[in-house]
């Protein structure tokens, strides 16, 4: 894909919501798997949720049964529904429009959760 763009990210109090959006173009958006990745300073970037074509979800052990990774294709969008977030989630996070070369990855969204 030729661009992926996030959005939504901010400060948000510990136990508080947060939605992030990724809108890709240039790309058949419907066959991709698209992932959420966060980095935080000081660790490696990991893979957060991931979601195929069909609508199949992986998470990460720590964001299981907080975060909720959905799709519409309609919209070429892509989203992270966070909750119950905790000050260790605090960290950039990227989107990914995966391919088995690796991907295309958006520039980033800083989510800071914080008191």
């Known amino acids: 894909a030729h661009l992926v763009e996030e959005s939504g990210g901010g400060l948000v109090q510990p136990g508080g919501s947060l939605r992030l959006s990724c809108v890709v173009s240039g790309s058949i958006f419907s066959i991709n798997a698209m992932g959420w990745y966060r980095q935080a300073p000081g660790k490696q970037r990991e893979l957060v949720a991931g979601?195929?074509?069909?609508?199949?979800?992986n998470y990460a052990d720590s964001v299981k049964g907080r975060f909720t990774i959905s799709r519409d294709n309609a919209k070429n969008t892509v989203y992270l529904q966070m909750n119950s977030l905790k000050p260790e989630d605090t960290a950039v996070y990227y989107c990914?429009?995966?391919?088995?070369?690796?991907?295309?990855w958006g520039q980033g969204t800083q989510v800071t959760v914080s008191s």
């Open positions: 979601i195929t074509s069909d609508g199949s979800t």
């Open positions: 990914k429009l995966e391919q088995s070369w690796g991907g295309y």
